[in-house]
């Protein structure tokens, strides 16, 4: 499977409970069932033209980080054996995803009090987002199939962990970037590395287990968060791990500390370093492509190529 333009699908953190959320508005529900254990029930949402629309993820606090999960099925004929591909259009505060599967099978799962009806196994996306940076959440049918959606919001557990910012292993420019702590109003300066050309590469050695967190904002950014979009490029040991697509908001607490230009909010990105040593390239994107045999990516259109992207990276490792 294509990698490119695979969102946040990183498991070395802990996750608690996954509890259920309902879309809002009256919509229609439906139970499946499991064949070989009828007291597995499962209530799902018929997506219809109108779509799915959610507001609301539960009782959180704006500084925990939650994985928004959705399990989308289609409902076929009991007797139909044939693989099914389908697609459908997710809107996280106002940016839109087309997501598409195929290969989808029968499942040992079918739909309760409806006779001859079965469903497929489930096309599976998720998203890891800070709960405070949550607005709106839509779901949309871009065809004529039949599809239910389960969607489910757990908290990301971070605790255990010991963070420390790596270095990179040739020796970099550094920028200092000052932000201002609202609440005390003192200065923090934080070091970052600047990415400028396309041709530009960041490297940075790493032994696993653990994970990695990249943190990057765009200089100069446009009090217009719709045109502040932009990508990064991330390779483990000369082979992709993906394309990572950012939208992002003129920062009024923090800027450049030796000329005062101001910069973006900062967005990241997490991976999982497997065992041993492995080395990852960091650079910015190119604009979107298309994969006609899995989408599983924003929106074709071109990202932000001009500004200077700032990275800092982390490891996470368990105590």
Not at 113 to 129: A, E, Q
Request: hydrophobic residues 30%.
């Amino acid at each position: 499977m294509n990698l490119l333009y695979k969102l946040l699908f990183f498991t070395f953190f802990g996750l608690l409970m996954a509890k259920p959320i309902s879309p809002i508005d009256n919509e229609k529900s439906v139970l499946i069932t499991n064949l070989d254990n009828k007291n597995k029930n499962y209530k799902y949402y018929e997506l219809d033209k109108s779509g799915l629309k959610y507001s609301d993820l539960g009782n959180f606090s704006g500084e925990d980080s939650v994985r928004v999960k959705f399990y989308i099925r289609e409902i076929i004929p009991s007797d139909k054996g044939s693989k099914q591909k389908f697609k459908v259009d997710l809107d996280i505060n106002g940016n839109n995803k087309r997501i598409s599967y195929k290969d989808k099978k029968k499942s040992k799962y079918t739909l309760k009090n409806r006779p001859g009806w079965s469903v497929t196994d489930p096309g599976i996306w998720y998203l890891d987002i800070m709960y405070r940076e949550f607005q709106n959440l839509s779901i949309n049918r871009v065809s004529s199939e039949k599809l239910i959606v389960r969607t489910v919001v757990e908290k990301i557990d971070r605790s255990g962990l010991t963070a420390r910012t790596i270095e990179t292993i040739n020796d970099e420019k550094k920028y200092k970037i000052d932000t201002k702590i609202q609440k005390s109003e003192k200065l923090i300066s934080r070091k970052w590395y600047k990415i400028i050309e396309n041709s530009d590469k960041l490297k940075f050695e790493v032994v696993g287990p653990t994970s990695i967190r990249v943190f990057s904002r765009i200089g100069s950014p446009s009090s217009n968060s719709n045109v502040n979009n932009y990508s990064l490029f991330i390779k483990e040991d000369g082979l992709d791990v993906g394309t990572f697509y950012f939208t992002t908001d003129l920062s009024s607490l923090s800027n450049l500390h030796d000329t005062g230009e101001k910069v973006s909010k900062w967005r990241t990105c997490w991976i999982n370093v497997p065992k041993g040593k492995h080395y990852y390239t960091v650079s910015k994107g190119i604009s979107s492509l298309k994969d006609p045999e899995f989408q599983a990516n924003l929106q074709d259109e071109i990202y932000n190529a001009d500004n200077p992207i700032f990275i800092r990276v982390k490891r996470y490792d368990k105590n």
